[in-house]
């Protein structure tokens, strides 16, 4: 059974910064890209940022880019955000997701099979 377990969210004032973790389990990490979503209220989930098989190569939405830092440690089936500079538009669920498909990584969330249960991330002005 694939988990993907989902820590580090909570409240933090504009401008601070939260670490987010995805620790996976029940399949073989090294074989899926990994990737982070985000879905505010009324509105659909959307990419952040994925990163690659190996940690290679990595992609993120232009609103995050220099603020938000993807990293995984193949080691412990684990993959992080770093997010700094944080606004009040940044305040979603944010989810963590396993795919395969594809040699890069896709910002599409049907291309990954697996998700985890969200964690709150809320930036207050």
């Known amino acids: 059974q694939v988990q993907l377990i989902e820590s580090g969210g909570g409240l933090v004032q504009a401008g601070g910064s939260l670490r987010l973790s995805c620790t996976a389990s029940?399949?073989?990490?090294?074989?899926?890209?990994m990737a982070w979503f985000r879905q505010a209220p009324g509105e659909d989930r959307s990419a952040v940022a994925t990163?690659?098989?190996?940690?290679?190569?990595?992609v993120y939405e232009d609103s995050m880019k220099g603020r938000f830092s993807i990293s995984r440690d193949n080691a412990k089936n684990t993959v992080y955000l770093q997010m700094n500079s944080l606004k009040a538009e940044d305040t979603a669920v944010y989810y963590c997701?396993?795919?395969?498909?594809?040699?890069?990584?896709?910002?599409?969330?049907?291309?990954?099979?697996?998700w985890g249960q969200g964690t709150q991330v809320t930036v207050a002005s």
């Open positions: 990163i690659s098989r190996s940690g290679e190569f990595t």
């Open positions: 997701a396993a795919g395969q498909w594809g040699t890069y990584p896709s910002q599409v969330p049907s291309t990954f099979a697996h």
């Open positions: 029940g399949l073989t990490f090294t074989a899926y890209h």
